[in-house]
């Protein structure tokens, strides 16, 4: 008698855990209800409007304006978060002292308080009556004349501050399982401190960075109720995309405000689609290190 493999036929070998067909039609449709369904529905509804017309809302003065303020607020909050949520994660991972798990815990704060709440807060503490307005104001002691409420620097602020535990819960389990062996293999070959930072940790911690800084640039992009409170909402100056896009629905205007939310999304699905390639080929380079 034939053997089956030598006749050609192939078996799939049984799963330890069986339902793969039930589990993967329930997530095709949990997606489909969930993100797909609603996106196809924002590109109909947009569609909805002659060609012209959309033109004519994408490229007004004002819809880019707060494009602009929204992603580039973004992009310089998640590059900050980047560089501090990185010391952060290497303060509660490599040194012990006191009061190191009220740190801990304090970094997950923006996760459980609510953003309107943060708004609050950030805007009377750097408003120019408040602590750090007048004290980096210019009628504060330090006299800087800095003014960050009300501005697009609220803004960044914001955003920093609703972004940050994103790079650190990213970064610091890598950190938590870096072999501290290469560090004291690159001392040892003549390495100073910067160098072995620069050459043996940082090319390591690569992927978690830019993990990290594409979840805080994600998350700051689509940010309402933090930013609306700081903002000033002054419009072709700190009028954020999403405030426009809730004008714009409260004056009717829904295709308006669907073409404007679906400039959005492609203009986040491709800046997180060139972070995530950027991502993928530091992997591959520093995968193996």
Known sequence: MLHPARAGWSFVRPS???GFG???????????????IPLAALFIKSATLPFDEIVKIATAPRTLQALSVSFGSSLIAALVNVVFGVIVA???????????????AIVDLPFALPTAVA???LSTIYAPKGWIGWLVGPSGPL???WKIAYTPSGIVVALIFIGLPFVVRTVQPVLEEFEQELEEAAATL?????QTITRVILPRLAPAILTGFSLAFARAVG???SVIFIAGNIPNKSEIAPLLIIIKLEEFDIPGAAVIATIMLVLAFVMLLVINLIQAWARRLYGDL
Do not use: C, Q
């Open 16 to 18: 330890v855990i069986p």
């Open 22 to 36: 039930l589990t993967m039609g329930y997530t095709v449709v949990y997606l489909s209800l969930i993100v797909l």
């Open 90 to 104: 290497w303060v509660l991972v490599r040194y012990r002292f006191p009061g190191k798990r009220i740190m801990d």
């Open 119 to 121: 708004g609050i807060a």
């Open 143 to 145: 006299h800087l004349g």
């Open 190 to 194: 003549g390495a100073n401190r910067f």
């Open 223 to 225: 940010e309402y109720g």
